[in-house]
């Protein structure tokens, strides 16, 4: 079964930068496109960046253009380089795979990591 671990989470000051991180196998990376997700407290679920295949091309929602950057390594590694991180990125941020297609949509995501908590102070 499929397997996707986030680390990198952790606590930083308004204007701090993280960098979360995706391991998954290779069959996974190759076969579905793959994004980051995050839930605030009380919040829903929502969409915050997603790669393709390929990683050939990316794609962000509004809030984040700018300040995060997604990317794939060697195959099995997704990184999400969080910069100017404001407190309402504060959140349980999520790895999931996906078809590119309906990468947004929470419904048609195929597999989840277990979330890494992001915390940012003011």
């Known amino acids: 079964q499929a397997q996707l671990v986030e680390s990198g989470g952790g606590l930083v000051q308004v204007g701090g930068s993280l960098r979360l991180s995706c391991v998954g196998s290779?069959?996974?990376?190759?076969?579905?496109?793959t994004a980051w997700f995050r839930q605030a407290p009380g919040k829903e679920r929502e969409f915050v960046a997603a790669?393709?295949?390929?990683?050939?091309?990316t794609y962000y929602t509004d809030s984040v253009k700018g300040r995060f950057t997604i990317s794939k390594h060697n195959g099995n590694t997704v990184y999400l380089q969080m910069n100017s991180l404001k407190p309402e990125d504060t959140a349980v941020y999520y790895c999931?795979?996906?078809?590119?297609?309906?990468?947004?949509?929470?419904?048609?995501?195929?597999?989840w990591g277990q979330g890494t908590q992001v915390t940012v102070s003011s």
């Open positions: 790669v393709t295949l390929t990683g050939s091309s």
């Open positions: 999931a795979a996906g078809d590119w297609r309906t990468i947004v949509v929470l419904s048609s995501i195929k597999f």
């Open positions: 290779a069959s996974t990376f190759s076969t579905y496109s």
